[in-house]
């Protein structure tokens, strides 16, 4: 073995039902609090339904999460314990 192949979402979010939530615009360094689209959503714990899972083809599945961010609506980006995920 070479070192630990799991990927940050197995690590950080695998098994927990308690996890910490940020819209992804909120969470991003790149958008200056001052832009328009920058969004003020600030990080907190939610409850899932089930345990977060990743998938056979390393989709991560969080039973009961929000849709949407609750300050800016785009339900795209999110980060759940630091590990950014994209919803098609
Ligand atoms: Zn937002």
Redesign the pocket.
């Known amino acids: 073995m070479t070192g630990d192949l799991r990927s940050p979402a197995e690590k950080h979010l695998a098994g927990e039902t308690e996890v910490e939530f940020q ?4 969470a991003s360094d790149h958008i200056d609090p001052s832009e328009p689209e920058a ?3 600030e990080p907190e714990t939610i409850e899932l339904d089930e345990p977060a899972y990743v998938d056979e083809n390393g989709r991560i599945h969080l039973s009961g999460r929000p849709v949407e ?6 339900p795209f980006e999110f980060e759940f314990n630091g590990v950014r995920v994209m919803f098609p």
């Open positions: 819209c992804g615009i909120a969004c003020p959503h961010c609750p300050e800016c609506g785009q």
